[in-house]
């Protein structure tokens, strides 16, 4: 079956709702904005689990109407609240992974993909640029770089970050070397 972007919206509130104990009939009869502030109540509750959920979905819905915006807004929230580390690693990585599911089933275009991956790379980058090196100088070096044909380096861009934090050399030479 194939999904508009507004039906797909729909069902991953339909799927949060189920997943916190809603049934499917009381779903059913729910106008969006009835919905919607169903979703913010339980967003309240802080319940981190719950909360990071909330956010995974809902950078989701920003990414299949590619709405930078949205996203922004999305990731600045979470680093206030959690830090840039655990917005990456409790919402970014299983965003991504929703997002590969997504992607593998044909419920989101590479387009989208493609464009969600860019905004979280442009994230990462501004974090490592935004570090002053202090190099120990004794410790080790890391090269990084991505073999031939490989285009994704969300992964080692990410170990960038934690090495340049923790004061290690780096030696970043990209994708496809």
Sequence with gaps: RTYSDNELKKLINVSFLIKHGYKISKI????????????????????????????????????????????????????????????????????????????????????????????????????????LPEINQNSSTYLLFLPQWEQHDLGILYSYYLLRKNNYKVIYLGINT
């Design 28 to 131: 059913a009869k729910l106008t969006d904005i009835e919905t919607n502030n169903i979703i913010k109540k339980i967003e309240e509750s802080n319940d981190l689990n719950t909360v990071n959920q909330i956010w995974v979905d809902n950078i989701i819905k920003a990414c299949i109407d590619f709405d930078e915006i949205t996203f922004e807004v999305i990731f600045s929230h979470c680093v206030l609240k959690i830090g840039f580390e655990e917005t990456l690693t409790k919402v970014i990585y299983p965003t991504l992974q929703r997002v590969g599911i997504m992607w593998g089933i044909d419920e989101i275009s590479p387009a989208q993909e493609h464009f969600l991956s860019n905004l979280i790379r442009k994230k990462i980058l501004v974090a490592i640029d935004g570090m």
